[in-house]
Structure formats: structure tokens, C-alpha cells
């Protein structure tokens, strides 16, 4: 059964310090292992896809980078406006390739 | 481009009673998926249309839930009757029809079973 783990369950860090959120998976034909955001009240809003060991996507201040066990979520000098829950999911090969399994979520607190 | 819209946002219902959940995709998703978060849990996986047809309903708890995609287009969850665990968040989500295409999320609707 693939299984998604997110460590640490909340992270408080004051504006400007960087820091990396943990993602550890176990699945059996990664097909993307996927990042999202989540603001209290809203659905998960995408971030990146990642498919292979050695890739890194980057948007703003968030990096993400993969290996064949875990992935992290980098934040180089966070604002305020980055608190948020941030969601890592995997898809697995299979015929439909539908199905995500997401992990608990960090929840990010981000302070002036 | 409008995103993934979903009725009601909120809905409190006594135990026994039917509620049904709309969703609409963004204009052109022909892969239209139902996703649920329970308290204190991560957001599981409970099925997946291909334009109207189901292609995988592995994740549907039981029999008293029942999704339909309506030509396609706008999909219903219905919960018959509900019981206390049915309550939490119901997500809906749309994505084009490539395998690599990310999957949109809506705002959720949170069912609370009293």
C-alpha cells in the first residue's frame, strides 16, 4: 500500500528564515509525486510535479526536490503570506493513473 | 478561467438524511475525481470519471454513497442515508485529459452529520 509521510506536522518560522519541509513515500511505480498548498477554507492549490530522482522545480521561494525516497520543499526567506498547510501526494502506476495518496500535511506559520 | 466550483460549501444534516454534493470542473476536464478529508486525517481518494464514466471507484466507502457525471459535465456525490463518520471536508477535482496534467481542486464542501 503506498504510504506518504510529512514531517514536521507544524513549523513556525519568523520572516526571513529559511528552512525545508520533509515528504517520505513508498510507492510501487512513482508516476509524479505532487505538491500542493492549502489555505484554511480552500481546496489545495497546485504547486509542482516531480518524476524522477534528481529533479527540482522551483517557483518564488519555494524549491522542490526529489530522490527515490523522499522529496523536500525548500523555503528560502519566507513572508507572512506563505503560512499555509502544504500537502505532498504520489501517484502510483496504474492503468488509470487517477488516484493520489496525500500525505497529513506541514503547517506552515510564518512570522513578521 | 473559472476553477473547480463546488455546492454547497457548507451542509449540516441530521443523522439518516440524504444530502447530495455538486461539482462543477473547469470547462474542458474530461477527468473529474472525488476526494474526502475526515478529521485529523489526510484527504483519501474515492473515485474517479472519465467523462461520464466511472473509471475507478475503489476509494467509495459503501453503498450509501452514489456519484453520477451527468453527460459529462457536472458531477453529483449523494450520501444515503448519512451516518456521524460521513462528516468532513468533500474536495472535488478536475484535470485535462494527459496523464501528467496536475489535478485542480475546489473549495470543499464540509458535511457535518449531527
Known amino acids: 500500500e503506498d504510504q506518504v509521510t510529512q514531517s514536521p506536522e507544524a513549523l513556525r518560522l519568523q520572516e526571513g528564515e529559511s528552512s525545508s519541509l520533509n515528504c517520505s513515500y513508498t510507492?510501487?511505480?512513482?508516476?509524479?509525486l505532487f505538491w500542493y498548498r492549502q489555505d484554511p477554507g480552500k481546496g489545495p492549490e497546485f504547486l509542482f510535479t516531480?518524476?524522477?530522482a534528481g529533479e527540482e522545480k522551483e517557483k518564488e521561494r519555494l524549491k522542490a526536490t526529489l530522490t527515490k525516497k523522499e522529496s523536500f520543499l525548500h523555503i528560502t526567506a519566507p513572508k507572512p503570506e506563505d503560512s499555509a498547510t502544504y500537502l505532498c501526494?504520489?501517484?502510483?502506476?496504474?492503468?488509470?493513473?487517477?488516484?493520489?495518496?496525500f500525505g497529513t500535511g506541514t503547517r506552515l506559520q510564518v512570522t513578521l | 478561467e473559472a476553477g473547480v466550483t463546488q455546492f454547497p460549501s457548507h451542509s449540516v444534516i441530521e443523522k439518516g438524511q440524504t444530502v447530495t454534493l455538486r461539482c462543477d470542473p473547469i470547462?474542458?476536464?474530461?477527468?473529474l475525481y472525488w476526494y474526502r478529508r475526515v478529521m485529523g486525517k489526510e484527504i483519501k481518494f474515492l473515485l474517479h470519471?472519465?467523462?461520464?464514466?466511472?473509471?475507478?471507484e475503489s476509494g467509495m466507502p459503501n453503498n450509501r454513497f452514489l456519484a453520477e457525471r451527468t453527460g459529462g459535465t457536472y458531477s453529483t456525490l449523494k450520501v444515503q442515508p448519512a451516518e456521524l463518520e460521513d462528516s468532513g471536508v468533500y474536495f472535488c477535482?478536475?484535470?485535462?485529459?494527459?496523464?501528467?496534467?496536475?489535478?485542480?481542486f475546489g473549495n470543499g464542501t464540509r458535511l457535518t452529520v449531527t
Open positions: 470547462s474542458g476536464h474530461d477527468n
Open positions: 470519471f472519465v467523462k461520464e464514466s466511472k473509471q475507478d
Open positions: 510507492v510501487s511505480g512513482l508516476r509524479g
Open positions: 501526494a504520489v501517484r502510483r502506476n496504474t492503468g488509470t493513473a487517477s488516484k493520489l495518496t
Open positions: 516531480l518524476y524522477s
Open positions: 477535482a478536475s484535470s485535462q485529459g494527459r496523464e501528467s496534467s496536475p489535478l485542480h
